[in-house]
């Protein structure tokens, strides 16, 4: 690899390790009134369409089964989340959301949406969007990617 290659995975990494705990500062920030913290935020998002396997929940947020599994449980104990049967796994129950958790995340809406818009407008929307695309084309990519180790050694001209 070339070593402008090498600066420029280097700053991409860093700079999303950046947004990352920036992100996780205003989700903090927003969640706060409803009572929860980012991470059950988090977990709640992603069963707010349909009820998912913890493993489900895990991939699509990119990180472990057992990070979901804890919070998981914690949402179902303080009666914000419940589980379900799963029809294709016996074992794998899905995680779906209360009444009283779609509350909660209902709660958040106003400052989110009030945040989106003051994003939008410091940045720029169609800024926005494109830096949106461009974060999500260069997940998609590291999705298809072999893990560092296990893809065959190249060697450049």
Do not use: C
Not at 39 to 56: C, F, T
Not at 121 to 142: I, N
Request: proline share 8%.
């Amino acid at each position: 690899m070339s070593r402008p290659r090498q600066d420029l995975l280097s700053r991409s990494a860093l700079g999303v390790f950046r947004l990352n705990g920036q992100f996780l500062a205003v989700a903090e920030e927003l969640a706060r009134p409803a009572g929860i913290s980012a991470a059950w935020w988090q977990v709640m998002g992603a069963v707010q369409r349909e009820p998912l396997p913890v493993s489900g929940i895990a991939r699509v947020m990119g990180i472990t089964r057992q990070s979901v599994q804890r919070i998981a449980d914690l949402l179902v104990r303080d009666g914000l989340a419940e589980y379900r049967p799963n029809p294709a796994h016996r074992r794998a129950k899905l995680l779906a959301p209360t009444p009283e958790g779609l509350a909660a995340v209902a709660r958040i809406g106003p400052g989110h949406a009030a945040f989106a818009d003051r994003l939008a407008a410091a940045y720029g929307e169609a800024e926005l969007a494109e830096a949106v695309r461009v974060l999500e084309r260069l997940a998609e990519v590291l999705d298809e990617l072999e893990p560092p180790g296990t893809a065959p050694l190249v060697t450049e001209p």
